[in-house]
């Protein structure tokens, strides 16, 4: 039997940033490739792993995007996290065995005890069943073939824990903290001070740096749309920057900054800016296009990463 040829998909150069609620059981990679396809994208990577078994804010970098998607892995992220009390598992996830159970009896000051000994400067233990990489290959491949590997503790910062919701043995948080911080460590750890044991069942992502989950689309939603519908659920790459101060250069500057010159500016040194101008060679006055990132030392700008006219070009194109 002969089945109809595999049609092939024409890619295109998509510019942006897709807020994506990336759903249960699907890995970051996996969401990633989906959305690639729908957008019909050249190029495009995500700005940090989700496990499969988290959902929420995953942000989806096409194109230019993906010059600046160090940025939002490097900054902080909050958390809904759902604890089983009771139970410790081989994985500190819902999804690992039962090693053992113990009873829950505790208070809401004990609790809150618990929280604030976890909150601050802390030191964390990677979990074996995680994507940390060990001589190229993830420590949760070794995890699985049952070989531990040693680890050395890494200090995180947790901002905030805030009690949800609590009934016996459900216990749901606000967690707000820094990059690198395992969540489900935390929640085997906040077991253990309590004496009675914890497990991660649940956890969702709600923002990352200054990106929201009230704003971002799931995959369903993505595949019902058009493909200029889709288009214009992109944000433009400085999305990534949104809490960076702002620097405008003067009409005949932005050519000269796209090449990397450096240029004196009458401001303090700054170790992270993004940059503005007009469009290089634009006929007439037009409003200041986003160009780059830059950093401030000495009085002189200094550019980071930068995009390419014709990705400013582009940039233009989506703007009309």
């Known amino acids: 039997m002969k089945f109809p040829p595999r049609q092939r998909i024409v890619r295109r150069a998509v510019h942006g940033v897709l807020l994506l609620d990336k759903p249960l059981g699907l890995s970051s990679n996996d969401a990633l490739q989906k959305a690639k396809r729908l957008y019909r994208a050249e190029k495009a990577g995500?700005?940090?792993?989700?496990?499969?078994?988290?959902?929420?804010?995953?942000?989806?970098?096409?194109?230019?995007?993906?010059?600046?998607?160090?940025?939002?892995?490097?900054?902080?992220?909050?958390?809904?996290?759902?604890?089983?009390?009771?139970?410790r598992t081989s994985t500190g996830d819902a999804e690992g065995e039962v090693?053992?159970?113990?009873?829950?009896?505790?208070?809401?000051?004990?609790?809150?005890?618990?929280?604030?000994?976890?909150?601050?400067?802390?030191?964390?233990?990677?979990?074996?069943?995680?994507?940390?990489?060990?001589?190229?290959?993830?420590?949760?491949?070794?995890?699985?073939?049952g070989i531990e590997i040693e680890r050395t503790p890494r200090r995180v910062h947790v901002h905030h824990i805030e009690i949800v919701e609590w009934q016996s043995e459900r216990l749901v948080?606000?967690?707000?903290?820094?990059?690198?911080?395992?969540?489900?460590?935390?929640?085997?750890?906040i077991g253990?001070?309590?004496?009675?044991?914890?497990?991660?069942?649940?956890?969702r992502r709600t923002s990352c740096g200054a990106l929201d989950l009230a704003?971002?689309?799931?995959?369903?939603?993505?595949?019902?749309?058009?493909?200029?519908?889709?288009?214009?659920l992109l944000r433009p790459a400085d999305a990534l920057l949104a809490d960076w101060p702002q620097v405008h250069l003067p009409d005949d500057e932005s050519g000269?900054?796209?090449?990397?010159?450096?240029?004196?500016?009458?401001?303090?040194?700054?170790?992270?800016v993004r940059v503005y101008?007009?469009?290089?060679?634009?006929?007439?006055?037009?409003?200041?296009v986003f160009l780059g990132s830059a950093h401030i030392a000495g009085g002189e700008l200094i550019a980071d990463r930068l995009l390419s006219p014709?990705?400013?070009?582009?940039?233009?194109?989506?703007?009309?």
């Open 46 to 87: 995500h700005t940090g792993t989700l496990d499969p078994l988290a959902t929420g804010l995953l942000p989806l970098c096409f194109g230019a995007a993906t010059k600046f998607s160090q940025v939002s892995l490097d900054a902080d992220k909050a958390y809904r996290a759902t604890l089983r009390l009771g139970q």
């Open 99 to 145: 090693l053992q159970q113990r009873p829950v009896q505790v208070d809401r000051a004990a609790i809150e005890s618990a929280l604030a000994r976890h909150s601050g400067s802390v030191d964390q233990l990677p979990p074996m069943h995680s994507a940390l990489k060990h001589q190229g290959r993830a420590l949760y491949d070794y995890a699985r073939n």
């Open 173 to 189: 948080l606000d967690v707000s903290c820094s990059k690198g911080t395992y969540i489900r460590t935390l929640a085997e750890d």
């Open 192 to 203: 253990e001070t309590l004496g009675c044991g914890a497990h991660l069942s649940a956890l």
């Open 215 to 232: 704003h971002a689309v799931t995959l369903e939603q993505l595949g019902a749309l058009s493909e200029p519908e889709r288009d214009a």
């Open 256 to 272: 000269r900054f796209l090449t990397g010159v450096r240029r004196r500016v009458a401001l303090g040194d700054a170790p992270a």
């Open 277 to 288: 101008g007009p469009p290089p060679a634009a006929q007439g006055r037009m409003a200041d």
């Open 310 to 320: 014709a990705e400013v070009a582009s940039t233009l194109e989506s703007l009309k």
